[in-house]
């Protein structure tokens, strides 16, 4: 059973960065991404990649300031994180899907018949 390792969370400083990890057991996956969900808020995708093309998909709020790469051939995904905002708070968990699937349809409904990490937190403060 496919098993994903997140890690990198830390505190950080408003303006700051940060990269996270996640690193699968195995590759039978067709997309993998990145979701985070903070005290009393739904989980949120925030960027899927495909296993197979490479294709990444970006939600609006995160656009510009973080950047999905790996995942590809089993190999540990990253999130680069950059100026870091209070509210991106939250707990970072990765999940990937293993049956057929675009990286957008993975970011928006990721849900019970995906895998998912034990997630790793970040906090941004000063």
């Known amino acids: 059973q496919l098993q994903l390792a997140e890690s990198g969370g830390a505190l950080v400083q408003p303006g700051g960065s940060l990269r996270l990890s996640c690193t699968p057991s195995?590759?039978?996956?067709?997309?993998i991404g990145w979701f985070r969900q903070a005290p009393g808020k739904e989980h949120e995708g925030l960027s899927c990649?495909?296993?197979?093309?490479?294709?990444?998909y970006y939600v609006d709020s995160v656009k510009g300031r973080f950047t999905i790469s790996g995942g590809d051939g089993g190999n540990t995904m990253y999130l680069q994180m950059n100026n870091l905002k209070p509210e991106d708070t939250a707990i970072y968990y990765c999940?990937?899907?293993?049956?057929?699937?675009?990286?957008?349809?993975?970011?928006?409904?990721?849900?019970?018949?995906?895998?998912w990490g034990q997630g790793t937190q970040v906090t941004v403060s000063s």
């Open positions: 990649i495909s296993s197979t093309d490479g294709a990444a």
């Open positions: 999940a990937a899907r293993t049956y057929r699937t675009t990286p957008q349809a993975l970011c928006d409904r990721g849900g019970v018949l995906d895998y």
């Open positions: 195995e590759f039978n996956y067709y997309a």
